[in-house]
């Protein structure tokens, strides 16, 4: 079936490189998201992928998408305290009709001063 | 330019009755998502709305029952509460079916006593 997974956790200290890994199972997938979560708030859309690209950059952002691995990335470039948050991998599930995405878990990224 | 809205923010209910959760789309959008995210874990899709009609639906018991409206704005409905129904519920909003843009709102945090 569907499913997403992203390891929990990671800290690094202000300034350096964060990469946070993500793997899907769906090799139908047409995009594949990253969300990005603070406390008691939604999602916001940080970046997507099509399935048929390898790598997309935008500004500190960069998305990796190794689709025989099935394996996604996020670098966020100098990292900053501001970027404290949960990220999330997503997959949409329907070729044509993306409002279905499956989710991961969620990475908490913790950033030190 | 608002983005998603919800309404409420917060709702508390007992075991056993009703409760109604209200989004309004991004301006431009006709299509209308709902996710249910429960406390440590990534959103799960309920159901989809596009030309007024369930267009998608997930792995939710039919005590979750949805409307959309001809001016796009959505409605949740749970039914018979359970205290496993709490959680953050979202909505998601985009410009048609197949657009790989989708946007999120802050949530409704539902809590079941």
């Known amino acids: 079936g569907e499913d997403v997974e992203q390891s929990l956790f990671l800290s690094v200290r202000e300034g350096d490189s964060s990469v946070i890994n993500c793997t899907y199972t769906?090799?139908?997938?047409?995009?594949l998201y990253w969300y990005k979560q603070e406390p008691g708030a939604g999602l916001q859309l940080l970046t997507y992928?099509?399935?048929?690209?390898d790598m997309k950059q935008d500004q500190r952002l960069t998305v990796l998408l190794n689709k025989k691995d099935k394996h996604l990335s996020l670098r966020i470039a100098d990292t900053q305290t501001g970027d404290s948050a949960i990220y999330f991998c997503?997959?949409?599930?329907?070729?044509?009709?993306?409002?279905?995405?499956?989710f991961g878990q969620g990475t908490t990224l913790q950033v030190k001063p | 330019d608002a983005g998603v809205t919800q309404s409420p923010t917060h709702l508390i209910k007992t075991r056993g009755q009703q409760v109604t959760l209200r989004c309004s789309p991004k301006?431009?959008?006709?299509?209308v998502s709902w996710y249910q995210q429960a406390l440590g874990q990534g959103p799960q899709f309920i159901f989809q709305?596009?030309?007024?009609?369930?267009?998608q639906r997930g792995n939710f018991p039919d005590r979750f029952s949805g409307h959309q409206f001809p001016n796009y704005s959505s409605e949740l409905n749970v039914n018979a509460l359970l205290l496993g129904d709490s959680a953050l519920y979202l909505c998601?909003?985009?410009?048609?079916?197949?657009?790989?843009?989708?946007?999120f709102g802050s949530g409704t945090q539902l809590s079941v006593l």
């Open positions: 998601a909003s985009s410009p048609g079916q197949g657009s790989e843009k989708l946007f």
């Open positions: 769906d090799s139908s997938s047409t995009y």
């Open positions: 992928i099509f399935s048929n690209m």
């Open positions: 997503a997959e949409s599930s329907h070729s044509g009709n993306t409002g279905k995405l499956i």
């Open positions: 301006s431009g959008h006709d299509t």
């Open positions: 709305y596009y030309e007024e009609e369930e267009r």
